[in-house]
């Protein structure tokens, strides 16, 4: 299965109003339990998701991965821009991260903590110890007129 980015109906309204920053603001990526299911309805702020992200241990700590590098382009031939980063990655020590199968982006500058949006994996993945897993390429696109 294909890795899906979903974003979230709030961080429209929050990007229209000028709430998000990409390239200033704190954006951070929390990992998700198997049973989660990103309704991008619901899932406006950081509250409404905390009860599904993966517990804190053995090299996962909640809330605490910030995305660097945020870089956002224009690209006027396909009328979006484009947000990407560095590659946040995880070391297990001392036991296994997850079993996850998905990622939330959300702003931890704006008050209310916006969800960006759901990254789901299409397949679950379990981190064993000293082993170390990557999020890579992780891009947003936001084309015009959506």
């Known amino acids: 299965m294909a890795q899906t980015v979903t974003l979230s ?18 954006i951070k990526i929390i990992l998700m339990n198997t049973t989660y299911a990103f309704d991008k309805d619901a899932d406006a702020t950081l509250s409404d998701v905390t009860s599904d992200q993966i517990s804190t241990g053995y090299g996962y700590t909640q809330d605490s991965k910030t995305l660097t590098t945020v870089t956002v382009t224009e690209n006027d031939t396909d009328d979006k821009a484009t947000v990407t980063c560095d590659d946040p990655a995880w070391v297990a020590s001392g036991g296994s991260i997850g079993p996850f199968g998905a990622a939330i982006l959300y702003d931890d500058t704006t008050s209310d903590d ?27 696109d936001q084309q015009q007129g959506s």
């Open 114 to 140: 916006t969800v960006i949006g759901c990254i789901d994996f299409g397949t679950d993945y379990t981190v064993v110890d000293s082993a170390s897993w990557t999020a890579k390429d992780i891009t947003v």
């Open 9 to 26: 109906n709030h961080y429209h309204a929050q990007l229209l109003k000028g709430n998000i920053d990409w390239e200033n603001d704190t």
